[in-house]
């Protein structure tokens, strides 16, 4: 198999694209592409100060990898969630990346900052592992974010990612969702502006970015995702891509182009009024957001008011 | 095809050899044959292993096989994963041979293979 654009020999072939690419060519292929959608979606100013949320996992750390390529002013954020040995690992990880590259990386202890950990927020709360992570996540990162000043927040979202959750979003009819799912989600309501550069790269692409740059992942996944429904999605969308490549891309950016508007004028009739949360002020459809309802759940369940409208409000992709 | 590593043990040393031809076919009865007539005898079946990934784990293939011959084999979605020798990433038509190490390393978030 030969590199498109040298002949020399590849390293790996993207079938969606019809192409093979050596080591050299493939990382201009994966910077390209961030810039592509950098550029088509007015993802960032040049003198942006970001956030990127680090997982340890490899779609953060190659984000925060080629943003620093591409000379941007890209600070890390590791959030430690309390999973055992998985969360020691994927923070050692980070910090590993951060120190080679000569980056600043923020730490965040669930636990000693905010009095819980996902565990047992999501006993507490009785709600799925991956529920309670992503809450939490997002408002942490929000808040951080907004501590810090940093005017961008970037995710490692990568075109599998968002493919999955559209097709999870479309087999439910998940009108609300489906209105905001988009690469970026601008400065409003007091949350901090959200991209994800990676919406044009698939996870194979990622891992092989990572694995040719050196950089040390965990490959290890988080125990609590098992039986999660989205690694399922991704599972049979990957059967359809090997039997007909390019669809995953289709799918999403078809959307992007031709069904996100209808979705958003239908959301935006039906718009619940957002008030700020009676605990910390971040902006909610309830009295108080879903965020200190779940910490109230988790650290002091007897105060919690039970069946709060606010429990899901509208969530912010 | 599986390489058989012999060693034969006869006037007073160790001798390797790579079986091949119709050797290759030996069967465990056959190195006993030797085993009798020579002595004693060790014998490594050299095989292609693959690492697998959540759980972790190892199969062995005989080889040599072409990358995307191993994916169809062990029913992997080649959209699932990165095949890796030597920190080096492979394509689907290299060969693999035996006594190689490869892995195959799920890309799907949370996955495995």
């Given at each position: ?5 040298c ?28 810039k592509?959608s ?5 993802m ?8 990127v949320?680090v ?6 750390l ?5 943003l620093?390529s ?24 980070a ?41 939490s ?24 990612d968002e ?22 989600l ?8 959200k991209?994800?550069p ?5 996870e194979?692409?990622?891992?092989a ?8 992942y ?34 999403f ?16 009739v039906?718009?619940?009024e ?31 008011t ?12 | ?12 040393g160790?001798?390797q ?7 290759r ?26 690492c ?16 995307g ?7 992997v ?17 290299m ?18 293979v």
């Open positions: 198999m030969k590199c498109r654009v002949r020399g020999q590849a390293v790996i072939d993207i079938r969606r694209h019809n192409a093979a690419f050596c080591r050299e060519h493939f990382f201009e292929h994966v910077q390209s592409q961030v592509r950098i550029k088509t979606f007015g960032l100013a040049p003198d942006d100060k970001i956030l949320a997982s340890g996992g490899k779609d953060s190659a984000l925060w990898d080629i620093l591409l000379d941007y002013k890209a600070d890390g954020l590791y959030i430690g969630l309390g999973i055992g040995e998985y969360s020691n690992f994927s923070q050692e990880k910090e590993v990346f951060a120190t080679s590259r000569g980056a600043h990386l923020h730490v965040v202890n669930m636990k000693d900052s905010y009095g819980y950990d996902i565990p047992q927020g999501a006993v507490s709360a009785r709600r799925a592992p991956c529920g309670t992570c992503g809450l996540k997002r408002y942490v990162m929000n808040q951080q974010a907004c501590k810090a000043g940093y005017e961008v927040i970037a995710t490692g979202h990568n075109l599998d493919v999955a959750t559209l097709f999870g979003n479309v087999l439910h009819w998940n009108l609300d969702a489906l209105s905001r799912q988009r690469p970026v601008p400065t409003e309501h007091g949350f901090v502006k991209i994800k990676l919406v044009r790269l698939g194979r692409e990622m891992a970015y990572c694995v040719l740059r050196g950089i040390d965990i490959v290890e996944e988080c125990p609590m995702s098992e039986g999660n429904t989205g690694i399922r999605y991704k599972e049979a969308l990957n059967e359809i891509e090997n039997a007909s490549p390019g669809t995953k891309h289709q799918f950016f078809g959307f992007l182009d031709r069904g996100l508007d209808h979705f958003s004028e239908q959301a935006g039906s718009a619940p957002l008030k700020s949360c009676s605990n910390c002020g971040a902006s909610t459809t309830g009295e108080i957001c879903a965020f200190c309802r779940l910490r109230q759940m988790a650290t002091d369940p007897e105060r919690v039970v069946g709060s409208p606010s429990f899901r409000p509208r969530r912010r992709h | 095809m599986r390489l058989w590593q012999v060693c034969f043990q006869c006037a007073g160790w001798y050899v790579c079986l091949c031809g119709a050797d076919q030996a069967s465990r009865e056959q190195i006993r044959w030797k085993a009798a007539v020579h002595g004693e005898v060790k014998a490594t079946i050299l095989y292609v292993k693959v697998l990934r959540n759980p972790s784990r190892e199969v062995e293939l005989d080889g040599p096989m072409k990358v011959e191993i994916l169809v084999a062990l029913h979605n080649p959209e699932s994963v990165i095949v890796i020798r030597d920190d080096e990433l492979l394509t689907k038509e060969a693999v041979a035996d006594a190689d190490s490869i892995e195959l390393r799920p890309v799907i978030s949370g996955g495995g």
